[in-house]
């Protein structure tokens, strides 16, 4: 389940969370449920210390909402479809991305 | 008016940042033909770690002006990061035409040495410390393995090139650019030529950035005296142009990445771009700058790629660009570069840049980017009021 919010007062929909939208500071805020997919808006790529390759992007979920994630894909591209994955970290849920295919 | 200034920058300063500070403040008031008890205000800024690797100073202005010995009756602390320089004077100039102080000390810089050590950056200190917090939401977004702000950066070059087809080589350009003016710029820490393939060869570090696109956070610190006393054997420097804007949106959230608030800040000086001799504008990376003569109006938006293939950017050229080479050739201390730029124009306008002088001075426009996420952008235009 991959939330996002999104304010009943003037349609504004955002993925980090707030209180009160940060658009028109209303309180009247949904918590909604995305598809979990969406492409890739951006990206780079990297090596840590370690040698591993990592590959941080910003993803554009179907919702229209954009966040930022690290994806585990082969190839990698602007417009890349990709899904959501979860994966425990340090006791937490968190989500990644992968190409929608695999 | 800049009625004195100084600066010292070492790619690793052996000392306490504040025994650095007392040189550059020295030479600063020796400059201004001022003594130091004729300081009566202080404005400078603060991020965590980067004046001396602690997380926090507390009352950081009180501590600043308790080891220099000052009594200010005006204090200002900015934390605007790079962009920090450029609002510090225009602030310390409206208290003294507002009457509120006569002589301003305006600090800037610290040292990148003390979080380098410790394998962080300002912009990932919170991975050093818990109790440090970069955004709101780090709950969320600092979970992820990332380069900051390299990486962050990276996606905006990623972005860029996807819109506007900006290539590796156009962003290289730039580098090699900066480098020809480095070279005659005795302050400045490389020299070597330097060609677009060898930019394109030196290592990716975070793709497409390539490490010599990349700036080298330094140790080091700027002073300013802002007056309205003209000092004898340096030029009445005035700001003739000020413009801020902050868009503090995490970029994921903003419409667009390739867009910084120079966009904003710079309408102050619009107008006059014909009338710049020379400008100066934040170097973290090559993108920023490219950004920067998109947004500030050099060239429409996207095109800064074939604008560099173009336009001389030397200090010899048609449209000088960053002409002592800029932060990618002389550092940035403490992270954050505002103060490297107003002294490299500052030295221009005084004629003082000596082997790269750009003949004809007398309108400098500077822009400083700062923060991780671009948020803060300042404009200044500076030179003799008419």
């Given amino acids: 389940m991959l939330p996002f919010i999104e304010c009943d007062a003037c349609g504004h929909k955002f993925f980090y969370p707030r209180a009160r939208c940060p658009r028109c500071f209303s309180n009247k805020l949904q918590v909604k449920n995305s598809a979990g997919v969406g492409s890739v808006f951006s990206y780079t790529k990297f090596n840590t210390k370690s040698g591993e390759s990592v590959i941080y992007a910003i993803i554009e979920l179907a919702e229209g909402v954009r966040m930022y994630s690290n994806v585990f894909a082969q190839r990698i591209y602007v417009g890349l479809r990709v899904k959501a994955i979860f994966k425990e970290l340090k006791g937490k849920r968190v989500v990644y991305f992968e190409e929608e295919g695999a | 008016m800049i009625s004195g200034f100084s600066g010292k920058v070492f790619k690793s300063y052996d000392g306490e940042a504040f025994e650095m500070l007392c040189e550059v403040v020295n030479e600063a008031l020796e400059c201004a033909h001022l003594e130091k008890s004729e300081i009566d205000g202080l404005v400078t800024t603060f991020l965590p770690g980067v004046v001396d690797g602690k997380i926090h100073k507390h009352f950081y202005t009180t501590q600043l002006a308790q080891f220099l010995g000052l009594r200010p009756r005006f204090m200002e602390l900015f934390d605007y990061g790079g962009a920090s320089a450029p609002a510090m004077l225009q602030r310390a100039n409206k208290a003294v035409l507002n009457g509120e102080a006569t002589n301003v000390l305006c600090v800037v810089g610290g040292k990148a040495s003390d979080l380098k050590s410790k394998g962080v950056t300002v912009d990932s200190i919170d991975r050093l410390s818990a109790d440090v917090s970069l955004t709101p939401f780090d709950e969320f977004f600092r979970v992820y393995t990332d380069m900051n702000p390299i990486s962050d950066y990276a996606l905006v070059a990623t972005r860029h090139s996807h819109l506007f087809g900006t290539t590796d080589s156009q962003r290289a350009l730039l580098a090699v650019k900066q480098r020809q003016n480095a070279k005659a710029n005795e302050l400045a820490l490389y020299k070597n030529e330097l060609s677009v393939s060898d930019v394109l060869s030196s290592p990716v570090v975070c793709e497409p950035l390539h490490l010599l696109e990349i700036v080298y956070p330094v140790d080091g610190f700027h002073a300013f005296i802002v007056s309205q006393k003209r000092t004898a054997d340096l030029r ?151």
């Fill in chain 2, 236 to 386: 009445a420097v005035d700001i003739l142009a000020y413009g801020e804007a902050h868009w503090p949106e995490m970029p994921c959230e903003l419409p667009e990445l390739v867009n910084t608030p120079a966009q904003e800040s710079s309408k102050c000086a619009r107008f006059d771009l014909s009338k710049i001799d020379a400008f100066e504008l934040y170097d973290s990376f090559t993108i920023t700058v490219m950004l920067q003569i998109e947004d500030i109006g050099l060239c429409n938006k996207g095109e800064s790629g074939r604008f560099l293939e173009r336009v001389d950017t030397t200090y010899k050229g048609e449209l000088p660009i960053n002409t002592g080479g800029g932060s990618l050739n002389t550092g940035q201390p403490a992270f954050m570069s505002g103060g490297v730029l107003i002294d490299e124009a500052l030295r221009q306008l005084n004629y003082m840049a000596k082997a790269h002088q750009v003949s004809g001075v007398d309108k400098v426009f500077v822009n400083c980017i700062g923060g991780w996420n671009r948020a803060h952008s300042t404009t200044i235009v500076l030179g003799e009021a008419p």
